[in-house]
């Protein structure tokens, strides 16, 4: 194609620390390719390890968000930040979470409109507000959520999940980095049963 | 699903006038389903007769631009106006039109990572200002688009079909529009050769 | 004056078409002069012949909303989208039609501050929002119009001439359509009785 | 009308002190009538001073910038401020030094399309600069409006007339001044020559 | 330090009119300093008194705001217009009048997480509307304020100062009015007891 | 006071895990006190470690990047951000490092105004296109910082460190941290030599 996957240098597998190659032969492993934000941020060792550990951190714990609401704020906040890399790669993971093809298209676009629930919505709601407009967040918009039963600890998850990819999303668009043509299909067709 | 396509009642084919049941048999014929904006439109006749007249005046004629680049102008600016129904549907025709998988998604959320060339980003740009501040257009936003190589009957194109979509989006968001699950793999996968 | 009607060519009645000129002989047969929209379209007899199509089937039809009511509508979305001929053109319907000489340039800057009723005032505010942020409609604004004793058909009618101006405004901006200087006095002055 | 000219208590003439009356006989004398503005800030004396003092200041005096050019500022300011008393009371007034009946609308609505020099609009393009976005004043905005052949002097008045008015717009939108009748068909109509 | 404190030439206190020297030396003796806005301003002796005639009238009465009520209306819109003289020298006079050397720089970055009463956040919150969307203003915003014990005239005031600063700030930005450097730690450090 | 530091429970030091204890009592040791940030964000503590894994990859490197300059941008993006939090703790470190008791609150309020260098303000307007506007990046903002002598490396500092407190200051926002009464005196007053 001939687009590059980011604006910086893309260090190859053998050049990398071990614990770094490590984590990308095995999401290789996992995901029958790597992601290009495992290798355009390989570029700055350190930062990649904080970044994944505090990806993991807020994304594969256990707690009142399932994993497919946790990809759904991905995909809401980095819409309304308009980061390709995001909305394209986490889609891909939410439309497999949610075993839902269509969810992620309609989340990134317009969650008012996704076939969620009206406590998803609330969820999105809030995460939005954190993503565009935190300074005025207020007493009223904890105790939306907290209607729709969300856990003070739950907030905290939504909240951080979007300030975590306000950071994302800016990152990936410094650097161009360009999502992996393997990640417009994926969720989209049902896999054959074996 | 239980999401209805509009929030206002959809005819059935059998109550509608010969003219615009005969269009919607046509693009049956031809698409191998009723996209839902004949559907929901159709609860209006002579809103739906201007309506496609207008649609059709503006995307089925000759000129300097591709089909494909119609629609890029129309997947960009609906984004922008968070229109689910048209992003997800002309993002289905856009993809076939351009036999590409990705540049729908990638037009929808940021066309300056779009693997489009420099000459349909000034395009889009273009069309981006009318969408989103049309009072502001100059003489310099003409003239960008003259270097590109647009005749001024091009920029009219460019121009008046972000305005026909300004509209569309507002109608889609007013009713609810939902995009018929078929636009969403549409043009994802390679045809199989027969 | 020197500034021109339109930036594109304006053809003359000699060249077009027999339906348009009809059209165009009508209107001056009634206003005493052709409105500029008619003539600066006329480049584009398809554009045209649905344009007024479009127009006749949202503003010349019965319903629960008064000519007037209408023409507020575009005249508060006009303002709001910066077109000047709409604005002038309008403003001078809406005059007539109220038989105010005030409302016009009321509702053009601030309709909150407008010599209106309060089922008007809700009334624009929903048209507004479907003119500035349509993705952001939700069951509450309906209910609020509804609230002003509006049917959802009302309703309909409001978002399609709010849905139908941000397409003409867009249009009118991009070829610079100028207002005739008739519209500019036209309803200030009460007629003299015969 | 039933419309109150401010939501505040507005003194009779008779109660005031007599520079303040003084002055508001003196504008009655001239106009013909009383414009709102004086009896709606008399109920706060002091500050109607300072008011007038400081208006009279930067409109009354000598300069490189016509009482017109000075007008224009005001009318198209207060049209980005949506100020309804603004617009129509001194649209009036610039349509009558402009000798233009037309020029208020256009300068409200876009100044960009109105009839006036290319040096207006570069005066417009600062002053609006000043009125909506003043902290991001640059060394580029000064150069661009000497360009037209303004003075530093001229860039104080430019800029301090649209200070002025980014205050009296938001006191006009805070006591919902309503303005006089009168001022809607000023400047409108030729003076019949006697 | 070489920064000027104005884009404009400031004038030498001996070519002063004898009020406005009078004025500046009386500032000084209190304050122990000239802050430059009383140097700059002299520039234009008329605008010079008409400005200070107009902030006596607003901040040196007497009412229902306390003094350091009404310098904190003046930090918070200054902040949201980003105007450094007048965040930096209000929010001196702002830390005296209230004994709290934080709240100037609370209520400069965002009220809500201030150090002050939920009535003066409703304050705040109503200069906060007139400085940055005063066509909006509605029988609400009053109704709030009035919950919170102010009478009408308590209203006028919030307003109006915001208002007067919606004017200097557009000043202080048009000049490039700089703060003294005294003002920096004014208020910061508890005064040493004779 | 009475204000809490965090919307959310605080940990006692002896609950601490020994790393994060031990990093809590050498920034004690080093500062005189424990800011906020530590003791709020310890309340999930593997989110804690990669906050400041993160932190310190970014802020403690080397580079072409001064420290100060690294501070300016923290205080000029979470100022956009209306963060009080960063813009309180991190202006006290700026002040330390750039030994200039004005810099901070200048930078916090308008960097164009600020006594900083050309270069540091370019650098600043980058970083604060990837706070506001990061999908808008395109080629002319790198190349403006490269005019300035900023490497790619350097470039890919200022992006990163504008993305971290893009999250940061909606941390802050979301938990309510309250910044430590010690930072709003901290560098403002020369340091008595020994």
């Given at each position: 194609?001939?687009?590059?996957?980011?604006?910086?240098?893309?260090?190859?597998?053998?050049?990398?620390?071990?614990?770094?190659?490590?984590?990308?032969?095995?999401?290789?492993?996992?995901?029958?390719?790597?992601?290009?934000?495992?290798?355009?941020?390989?570029?700055?060792?350190?930062?990649?390890?904080?970044?994944?550990?505090?990806?993991?951190?807020?994304?594969?714990?256990?707690?009142g968000?399932?994993?497919?609401?946790?990809?759904?704020?991905?995909?809401?906040?980095?819409?309304?930040?308009?980061?390709?890399?995001?909305?394209?790669?986490?889609?891909?993971?939410?439309?497999?979470?949610?075993?839902?093809?269509?969810?992620?298209?309609?989340?990134?676009?317009?969650?008012?409109?996704?076939?969620?629930?009206?406590?998803?919505?609330?969820?999105?709601?809030?995460?939005?507000?954190?993503?565009?407009?935190?300074?005025?967040?207020?007493?009223?918009?904890?105790?939306?959520?907290?209607?729709?039963?969300f856990t003070?600890?739950d907030i905290?998850d939504?909240?951080?999940?979007?300030?975590?990819?306000?950071?994302?999303?800016?990152?990936?668009?410094?650097?161009?980095?360009?999502?992996?043509?393997?990640?417009?299909?994926?969720?989209?067709?049902?896999?054959?049963?074996?």
């Amino acid at each position: 194609m001939g687009h590059p996957i980011s604006r910086y240098p893309v260090p190859s597998l053998a050049d990398l620390d071990d614990d770094i190659r490590r984590r990308i032969l095995e999401v290789q492993e996992k995901a029958g390719f790597v992601p290009n934000v495992f290798l355009t941020l390989a570029h700055r060792p350190d930062e990649f390890r904080a970044f994944f550990a505090y990806h993991d951190a807020l994304m594969d714990k256990e707690g009142g968000l399932s994993k497919a609401e946790r990809e759904m704020i991905v995909v809401a906040t980095s819409g309304a930040n308009d980061c390709l890399y995001c909305v394209v790669a986490h889609g891909a993971i939410l439309r497999i979470y949610a075993k839902n093809p269509r969810v992620a298209d309609q989340v990134a676009v317009n969650y008012r409109k996704a076939e969620i629930t009206p406590r998803q919505k609330a969820m999105l709601a809030f995460a939005l507000k954190v993503a565009t407009d935190s300074a005025a967040l207020e007493d009223g918009d904890y105790d939306a959520a907290r209607r729709h039963g969300f856990t003070d600890e739950d907030i905290w998850d939504i909240g951080a999940i979007a300030a975590f990819f306000a950071m994302s999303n800016r990152i990936a668009n410094l650097i161009a980095m360009r999502p992996n043509d393997e990640f417009y299909l994926m969720g989209r067709v049902p896999r054959e049963k074996k």
